[in-house]
């Protein structure tokens, strides 16, 4: 049996990876710069190896990722969260699924990758770079026809959407941290998750998010069809030649137009769509085509800490129960429960540190492996 490492081990679509690359007859080792414990108690997981942190020592990082990938000499290196920066800067070769980092920084820019989108003749809205307030002073635009977010930034949690002027007023845009100024666009929010070899799609799913906490990363989501979407996925993997994960977020407009509005090129929740099977991993490596389930998939201790508060705060008791009847659990499988314990754990960790760092529970989450745009040595 050949290795498999994949790094962002803290993430639950890296065990499910885990778990398709094991029953597709791989060995799995999975590290990160925190202790996943999730990934820890997953069956399918050998081992889990313990890195430094990239955004604080990516010297230090990259020598022990090369020791690692010395030691293990896997057939392939699967990132899936946002160490993917450091990782593609680390230097080894063609055996890392990802893009390089200038492809990476244009797909993770907010700017860039709104020019790059409509560069190919896709649906992208108009969107300004906003250095300083003056530049914001002079659009044409009404801030109520504008959503607003840092050029760098994830989870959604500086995205002013059609902003008041007190919410305008506390931004504080710099040449070094600029706000990307991007067109609203009305319509209903989708998602997708794409894999891609040298160009070429060999899993995608389009989802709508079920239950999310705030406008995060949704926890509960089902798979939905939409081929603009997926359109959208296949030119943009043609156009740079990429592998790697593809992942954006979409508005559906009423005349059924797909207008991606940021693309993520790191792993998704919509992974889990795909179960876990062992097609998903040939996929990956090149060797067939995988295709999502239907229905719905959700996060179990997420439901639980998360929506259940949500649930009765916005009277949907019923909705929440009859969506955990109806779906599974993509974090406690069938033959591998245990890694829904090690979520909570893990869970509880970050928000323990965010309450001693004064990050959100979700900023904590990647305030080791963030990247903003800033040089990588």
């Not at 896997?74 to 800067?89: G, K, Q, R, S």
């Not at 666009?185 to 799609?201: K, V, Y």
């Not at 990429?242 to 508005?251: E, N, P």
């Not at 991993?281 to 999502?292: H, K, V, Y």
Request: glycine share 8%; proline share 7%; with cysteine.
């Amino acid at each position: 049996m050949s290795n498999v490492l994949i790094t962002g081990a803290r993430a639950p679509v890296a065990v499910d990876l885990a778990r398709s690359f094991a029953a597709a007859g791989h060995t799995v080792h999975l590290a990160d710069s925190v202790t996943g414990w999730a990934a820890r108690l997953s069956r399918s997981v050998t081992a889990t190896h313990l890195l430094p942190p990239p955004r604080g020592d990516f010297a230090g990082f990259a020598a022990a990722l090369r020791t690692l990938v010395e030691r293990l000499d896997p057939v392939a290196i699967v990132p899936t969260c946002e160490e993917v920066f450091y990782v593609a800067a680390a230097g080894l070769g063609d055996r890392v699924l990802a893009p390089p980092l200038a492809a990476l920084r244009t797909l993770h820019s907010k700017i860039c990758f709104a020019d790059h989108a409509r560069s190919l003749g896709l649906a992208a809205p108009e969107t300004w770079r906003i250095e300083r307030r003056s530049d914001l002073d002079a659009l044409s635009t009404a801030p109520e026809d504008l959503v607003l977010k840092p050029d760098f930034s994830r989870f959604a949690t500086h995205t002013l959407i059609r902003p008041r002027p007190a919410q305008l007023a506390a931004i504080d845009p710099t040449p070094a941290r600029p706000w990307a100024a991007q067109r609203f666009i009305a319509g209903e929010e989708l998602c997708l998750w794409s894999f891609a070899r040298t160009g070429r799609l060999v899993a995608s799913v389009v989802y709508r998010p079920r239950w999310r906490h705030g406008q995060a990363a949704a926890y509960a989501f089902e798979a939905v069809e939409c081929s603009g979407a997926l359109a959208i996925a296949r030119t943009i993997a043609e156009a740079g030649h990429l592998t790697g994960h593809l992942s954006f977020d979409l508005i559906l407009t009423p005349d059924g137009t797909a207008v991606p509005i940021e693309c993520n090129p790191r792993a998704v929740s919509g992974l889990h769509l795909f179960d876990a099977r062992p097609e998903l991993a040939r996929a990956m490596l090149g060797d067939s085509a995988a295709s999502p389930v239907e229905g719905l998939r959700y996060l179990g201790p997420a439901m639980a800490l998360l929506g259940v508060p949500t649930a009765i705060a916005s009277a949907r008791v019923a909705d929440l129960a009859k969506d955990v009847r109806r779906g599974r659990d993509a974090v406690g499988r069938a033959g591998d429960r245990w890694p829904a314990i090690g979520a909570v754990i893990d869970a509880g960790r970050f928000a323990v540190q965010a309450l001693a760092t004064r990050r959100s529970p979700a900023g904590e989450t990647t305030a080791d492996i963030e990247w903003n745009g800033e040089p990588i040595a």
